[in-house]
């Protein structure tokens, strides 16, 4: 069982930064595209920003030159650094892991628990 232990949400003022934690636990033979999503009240999840394995990133246009996403592959934790956070940032962030158990086995996607994220104006 693979579980995606997230950290880092909370309450912050408009400009201010936080950073998000997601810690993904469980025998994983491979951890392939992790990735952020965010969900407002009565929306959909909706993307914020993802990173493969190989390194290659992509990031909703909202948050772009704001918001970094990164890897520790070893640790098979992915970050978001949220700078020049806005009142409309704020929503319930979700971590993504998409990931493989065995080498022949298919791929397997994960959510976190979901961390709320509030900026105050």
């Known amino acids: 069982q693979v579980q995606l232990v997230e950290s880092g949400g909370g309450l912050v003022q408009a400009g201010g930064s936080l950073r998000l934690s997601c810690a993904a636990s469980g025998s994983i033979f491979s951890m392939n595209t992790m990735a952020w999503y965010r969900q407002f009240p009565g929306k959909q999840r909706e993307l914020v920003a993802a990173?493969?394995?190989?390194?290659?990133?992509n990031y909703a246009d909202s948050v772009k030159g704001r918001f970094t996403i990164s890897r520790d592959n070893a640790k098979n934790t992915v970050y978001l650094q949220m700078n020049s956070l806005k009142p409309e940032d704020t929503a319930v962030y979700y971590c993504?892991?998409?990931?493989?158990?065995?080498?022949?086995?298919?791929?397997?996607?994960?959510w976190g628990q979901g961390t709320q994220v509030t900026v105050s104006s």
């Open positions: 993504n892991a998409a990931y493989r158990l065995r080498w022949y086995g298919e791929e397997i996607t994960s």
């Open positions: 990173r493969t394995s190989g390194g290659n990133t």
